[in-house]
Nanobody, 115 residues
């Protein structure tokens, strides 16, 4: 069974950094578009960033210049490096995998940005 397992969440002060990791099992990682979403309490889930199988990336405007998504196909892992964190970045962050005919979600990891 394909699954995604996130790690790296936690408590960080404003201006600090965290790196999230998402380890994928299964055979289709290299042909999948990988993405990070986030959901704050009482809010809709929103796309943070994605990276295609070819390595092209896109980010929502509010994280541009602060967050970097990357992937290591040899390790079947996608990362989200988060710098200059703000209180409004506080959310549960979810890893997502998409390819034609299939979509998979991770269980989420909580990021709390607070003093």
């Amino acid at each position: 069974q394909v699954q995604l397992v996130e790690s790296g969440g936690g408590l960080v002060q404003p201006g600090g950094s965290l790196r999230l990791s998402c380890a994928a099992s299964g055979s289709f990682f290299t042909i999948s578009t990988m993405a990070w979403y986030r959901q704050a309490p009482g809010k809709e889930r929103e796309l943070v960033a994605y990276i295609t199988s070819g390595g092209s990336t896109n980010y929502r405007d509010s994280v541009k210049g602060r967050f970097t998504i990357s992937r290591d196909n040899a390790k079947n892992t996608v990362y989200l490096q988060m710098n200059s964190l703000k209180a409004e970045d506080t959310a549960v962050y979810y890893c997502h995998s998409a390819r034609p005919g299939a979509t998979v979600w991770g269980q989420g990891t909580l990021v709390t940005v607070s003093s």
